[in-house]
């Protein structure tokens, strides 16, 4: 019989830990793999197990191993299933300019699958994806959530598209569609975030089949983007279904939902991005030189009508003539990403973060900015992220955090039409695209967002690089066998 003691890291501290993956304690020829997952003392980071055959069970008497093992992200909520893989031709996407190409509208150069995504209460759902995996060594992989409800994948065959750019930078990219809206076919309690187990899934998936089986670099990261609804649902994938194995989630315009009540009762207050009491100090993540802007939170028109469809009336986003009981409140908070739920977490040590926002949204009454902001503001600490970045101007250059003011989109969250800070200085913009200046630098030049996104994720600091690390060295054993 050998006893060992295995030392448990900061996040040992949730009642279950699920299975170690993928390597071998090498002392006992036991694939981790194969241990069961194992219940952890609430408050405690340290457990003493016994051998069994291939079972590791509690035990009283201390010795030490430490295995040279990743352990998986522990999801709050369960994940669903992914079923039915078949792989088929790239579909025709006439809607979003279509798969990943070798050359400008060229052919793609992905391989396509359909598969079958299983959620508890939902109904099953067909996905569309393919993966373009460069034929050297990859620097990541890069999965695209598209916008509203993700039914049509986010373009990358024009060599202007956010997936080309990055496929050609030698990042392996994953370009996704559902067959229907997937926000839509929840029957539980919080439409959203239980309709969200179908991108947490899917993300899972994305990671287990293709990042950790390609041929990397040894900096590698497993990084996804987001845009608006599909923001939304990265954002609940982080906060509920285990998503921070992710080294890099970028948000653009959104995540959407953060906080419903703001969004959707008439009287709330308006909401402040990034703010400051004295003009100087700001919450960790935000721009010192882009500053705060206030908008006013609510859902409006259009956009306000369409959530109160999907989250069946009960109640109804925005209308001044109904009141707001205590019980439309509360059902309002349980559809919000940040729902003050205790299956909830905003902390992610080891995934990088940052978000690109119009400032002017709400001019179509569309508050991705505030609500977002909902979101980004429960990420106050620099341990709730990944460390080692360098955003300059940011109260916290070293925090992997850094949101994003977009300057003079020119509709609803087309940060492609608007311009960040750059270096020490913002833009002031003049005319409108495409015959426009910022700072006497052309429109299409280095201050546009999407310009400014894709040198993000291929920075090798600020980027889609590896935050989560596996020791390298073997198991070694301290004390008696």
């Not at 908070?333 to 080891?350: E, G, R």
């Not at 509709?411 to 608007?418: C, I, L, S, V, Y």
Request: proline share 7%; with cysteine.
């Amino acid at each position: 019989m050998h006893l060992y003691f295995i030392v448990g890291a900061s996040f040992f501290t949730t009642r279950t830990v699920p299975r170690f993956t993928s390597c071998k304690i090498k002392m006992v020829g036991l694939n981790c793999a194969l241990l069961p997952s194992v219940a952890f003392p609430q408050a405690a980071n340290l457990l003493t197990l016994k051998l069994e055959g291939d079972q590791l069970k509690p035990f009283a008497v201390i010795t030490l191993l430490i295995c040279a093992c990743a352990v998986a992200s522990h999801a709050q909520l369960p994940l669903g299933t992914v079923s039915n893989v078949t792989q088929e031709t790239c579909p025709p996407d006439d809607a979003n300019i279509g798969w990943v190409a070798a050359t400008n509208d060229g052919p793609p150069v992905t391989t396509c699958y359909t598969a079958t995504v299983s959620c508890p209460n939902m109904p099953n759902i067909q996905m569309t994806y393919g993966v373009a995996t460069p034929s050297v060594p990859s620097n990541g992989t890069i999965v695209f959530i598209s916008a509203q409800g993700g039914t049509s994948l986010v373009g990358g065959n024009f060599a202007t598209s956010v997936p080309y750019q990055l496929y050609h930078a030698n990042f392996q990219t994953v370009q996704m569609e559902w067959a229907s809206d997937w926000r839509d076919g929840s029957t539980g309690n919080g439409y959203f975030k239980e309709a969200a187990c179908r991108e947490g899934t899917a993300l899972s998936f994305f990671n287990t089949t293709f990042y950790q089986t390609a041929n990397n670099t040894p900096t590698a990261g497993t990084c996804a983007i987001g845009w608006s609804g599909g923001a939304a649902g990265l954002g609940y994938a982080l906060t509920y279904y285990g998503a921070d194995f992710l080294d890099k989630a970028m948000f653009v315009s959104g995540p959407h939902y953060g906080n419903l009540v703001d969004g959707c009762v008439p009287s709330s207050a308006p909401i402040t991005v990034c703010p400051t009491a004295d003009g100087v100090n700001y919450p960790m993540g935000c721009g010192t030189l882009s500053g705060s802007w206030t908008e006013a939170g609510q859902y409006e028109g259009q956009r306000a009508r369409v959530l109160s469809s999907q989250i069946g009336n009960d109640p109804p986003c925005n209308v001044p003539t109904h009141v707001y009981t205590e019980k439309a409140l509360a059902a309002l908070t349980a559809d919000s990403l940040v729902d003050q739920a205790s299956d909830s977490n905003f902390t992610y040590p080891q995934t990088a973060v940052s978000a690109y926002l119009c400032d002017d949204d709400q001019t179509w009454g569309n508050p991705s900015e505030t609500q977002g902001w909902e979101y980004y503001s429960q990420i106050a600490s620099p341990s709730q992220v990944a460390s080692g970045c360098n955003y300059a101007n940011t109260a916290d250059p070293q925090a992997c955090l850094a949101i994003n003011r977009v300057y003079g989109c020119q509709h609803a969250e087309e940060t492609f039409t608007g311009y960040v800070c750059l270096g020490s200085s913002c833009p002031v913009c003049t005319g409108n695209p495409p015959s426009c200046t910022c700072n006497g630098v052309a429109c299409s030049g280095s201050y546009g967002a999407q310009t400014a996104q894709i040198a993000e994720m291929e920075d090798p600091v600020n980027g889609c690089v590896a935050h989560h690390s596996v020791p390298a060295a073997p198991a070694k054993t301290l004390g008696r066998e």
